[in-house]
């Protein structure tokens, strides 16, 4: 595995037609599988929850590449709008993303949360930093991490 050379920023407001242009084209063959593809809704909803404040720009050599959210939700944080450009997945970056802002919840002793569609191979990242499932429907898991401390405690 090569590790490209990555960096978060704050996102701005600017960013968001970007991000939902790489949101579409990520989420395309898993919302096709699950015949829930809509051109203008998968845009649409990224737009709907955009939180610049709680959500990073990652950059890999220099360009945008994907986004990262992690939203405070009382005790806990939901990760969200997790996309990175399909040709720079597999190579550790999305991994290196998110055992960083696990560390950050895992400082606070907060819970992470998220939900990832039924049969993304994006679950097996999540599982491997951590997650479990909590529930699920026909389209979504919804998974929860326990903060490495409270999760060595509880064994």
């Given amino acids: 595995m090569i590790m490209a050379d990555w960096e978060l920023r704050a996102a701005t ?6 991000f939902a242009e790489i949101r579409a ?4 063959a898993d919302l096709e599988r699950l ?3 809509d051109e203008h809704r998968v845009r649409q909803r990224l737009r709907d929850a955009y939180q610049p404040e709680h959500t990073w720009a990652i950059e890999v050599a220099g360009a945008l ?8 939700a009382g005790d806990a944080y939901w990760l969200e709008h997790f996309l990175l450009a399909p040709e720079l997945q ?7 993303v998110l055992s960083g802002l696990l560390e950050r919840a895992d400082r606070e002793g907060a819970l ?6 039924q049969g993304s191979a994006a679950r ?10 909590e529930s699920e429907d026909e389209v979504d898991v919804y998974m929860v991490r326990v903060p490495a401390d409270r999760a060595h405690r509880t064994r």
Avoid at 13 to 18: F, G, P, R
Avoid at 65 to 72: D, F, H, S, T, Y
Avoid at 112 to 117: G, M
């Fill in 35 to 37: 015949g829930r593809y």
């Fill in 65 to 72: 590449a994907g986004c990262v959210a992690l939203r405070p």
């Fill in 124 to 133: 097996r990242l999540y599982e491997r930093h951590g997650f479990t499932p």
């Fill in 112 to 117: 992470t949360r998220l939900n990832v569609l």
């Fill in 25 to 28: 084209v990520v989420m395309r």
């Fill in 13 to 18: 407001a600017a960013d968001l037609e970007e």
């Fill in 90 to 96: 597999g190579r550790g970056i999305g991994s290196a």
